[in-house]
């Protein structure tokens, strides 16, 4: 690890004053902000980044607000995946936000882990995170997973990079219309959560999210979903802990047996939380029987293109969607 001076700063003000410019995208690796610190530490010791300054953020206060009003949440960057896993409210209201905080890896993840954190956190293949194979998303030319070991990456989406967001939580937030607050020094902004993330063929390639070299993730907003219940499956390698292969985040309203509305995002498949808007139509008025969980597995892998060791990701993510919509509608 290249040795780099440590800063605890003591109001938000401070750490935007010491981010770089909202162009200077070479300057952007030059600041590092740390959270829970569990992917950031992988990162400094592999020599991904090697960052002249790090900011902790767990010196800010204000960061780690967890409130409820009427079944709205507001969760502060540095909220940690325990927190949401083990809240009986939210998982009452928003049963997949709470269970996709609970599918992060380990206890010891989950206790030190933030939302921030976690949301921010950058791919798992391999080639990224090997330090001598410069990958386009490191800058270089080339996505060495495409014609190479490709068994965890992309069918969806994927172009020019073929990694797969990581996160668990992504999927579930999209799913419940999640919203992110970015602050600056010119002030905040607010995003949908689901415009959060950026396919790498639309933002830049080497980056995962919309968040310029001057912002840094302050909170999540969580709407209210009554009537609504919801669920999230993820398909591992490795029960004790590890990433999603496929991930299911549903969100059912039923109306006298029959779906009202209904939201689908996938994890682990594509870059980015991957929302299947024509499965979510095609459910609309529905029972749940056999030939709906077809048709809505069918259309939300709809457009997949698998690389030589990944097809098996078609089928799974079909099996776990057939078994959220059964679970959701108790048949
Ligand atoms: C063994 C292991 C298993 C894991 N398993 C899973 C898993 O199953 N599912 C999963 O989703 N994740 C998994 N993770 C990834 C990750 O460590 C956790 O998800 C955790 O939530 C990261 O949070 P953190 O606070 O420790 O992040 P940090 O390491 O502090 O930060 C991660 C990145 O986000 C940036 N960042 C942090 N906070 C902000 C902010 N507020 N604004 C802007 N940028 C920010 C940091 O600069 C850094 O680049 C695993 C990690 C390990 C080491």
Redesign the pocket.
């Known amino acids: 690890m290249k040795s780099f001076e440590f800063i605890a700063p003591r109001t938000l003000d401070q750490v935007v004053e010491l981010l770089p410019g909202p162009r200077d995208l070479k300057a952007r690796d030059r600041v590092?902000?740390?959270?829970?610190?569990?992917?950031?530490?992988?990162?400094l010791k592999e020599y991904l980044v090697a960052p002249e300054q790090v900011l902790n953020?767990k010196t800010v206060p204000g960061l780690s607000t967890f409130a409820e009003r009427d079944s709205n949440y507001e969760v502060g960057?540095l909220v940690t995946?325990a927190e949401l896993e083990q809240s009986a409210t939210l998982r009452r209201t928003h049963a997949m936000v709470a269970e996709a905080a609970g599918?992060?890896?380990?206890v010891q993840?989950r206790n030190?882990?933030?939302v921030?954190?976690?949301l921010?956190?950058?791919p798992r293949c391999w080639y990224y995170r090997h330090e001598q194979a410069v990958c386009i998303k490191k800058g270089g030319s080339e996505c060495f997973a495409y014609g190479g070991l490709n068994k965890y990456n992309a069918i969806l989406g994927g172009g020019p990079s073929y990694i797969v967001h990581?996160?668990?939580?992504a999927p579930a937030l999209v799913a419940a219309g999640a919203s992110a607050t970015i602050r600056s020094k010119k002030g905040e902004r607010t995003v949908e959560l689901e415009r959060f993330f950026t396919l790498p063929s639309e933002g830049a390639v080497t980056r995962e999210n919309v968040?310029a070299p001057d912002e840094?993730?302050?909170r999540v907003d969580i709407p209210a979903m009554a009537g609504w219940t919801s669920t999230y499956m993820k398909f591992?390698e490795r029960s004790s802990?590890?990433?999603?292969l496929a991930a299911v985040a549903l969100a059912l309203r039923m109306e006298g047996g029959r779906i009202a509305e209904a939201r689908l995002v996938l994890g682990g498949v594509a870059p980015i939380p991957w929302r299947c808007e024509k499965a979510e139509k095609a459910l609309v008025g529905r029972k749940v029987d056999a030939k709906i969980c077809a048709l809505a597995g069918k259309l939300a892998l709809e457009g997949a293109e698998p690389l030589a060791h990944n097809a098996y990701k078609l089928p799974l993510a079909q099996g776990l969607i057939t078994k959220a919509l059964r679970k959701l509608a108790g048949t």
């Open positions: 590092k902000l740390l959270a829970g610190g569990q992917d950031l530490l992988g990162e953020l960057a995946l599918a992060v890896g380990s993840i030190q882990g933030t921030g954190g976690n921010c956190q950058r990581p996160s668990d939580l968040l840094v993730l302050v591992r802990y590890d990433f999603a």
